[in-house]
Nanobody
Framework: VQLQASGGGLVQPGGSLRLSCAAS????????MAWYRRAPDKQREQVAR???????NYADSVKGRFTISRDNAKNTATLQMNSLSPEDTAVYSC???????????????WGQGTLVTVSS
């Protein structure tokens, strides 16, 4: 399974961006999908996570501004980011857990990062 992330870029403070993550492969069933970010000189943090049942978790710093959603039929996840501030500048990475239907193993996979820069 591979994850392909897209949607990063430059945005002004107060603006919005939408990140997308698409999972592709064969004989798998996705479990959670999540977004992480790593800002310069900071540790990676989980931004948002959505389980298969639709339950979500958000970092305190993004609650009320970011929304994660997923399309289970298309194996995609989206992170809608509103009211962005310079503190949101980071490389955002998509993460997912899935069941390999051949081996029945649970595996985690990461997509490539996409840079989000919030600056005037």
């Amino acid at each position: 399974v591979q994850l392909q992330a897209s949607g990063g870029g430059l945005v002004q403070p107060g603006g919005s961006l939408r990140l997308s993550c698409a999972a592709s492969g064969s004989r798998f069933r996705l479990a959670h999908m999540a977004w992480y970010r790593r800002a310069p000189d900071k540790q990676r943090e989980q931004v948002a996570r959505m389980a298969t049942d639709g339950s979500t978790n958000y970092a305190d710093s993004v609650k009320g501004r970011f929304t994660i959603s997923r399309d289970n039929a298309k194996n995609t996840a989206t992170l809608q980011m509103n009211s962005l501030s310079p503190e949101d500048t980071a490389v955002y990475s998509c993460n997912a857990g899935y069941i390999d239907l051949t081996t029945h193993r649970y595996i985690e996979v990461w997509g490539q990062g996409t840079l989000v820069t919030v600056s005037s």
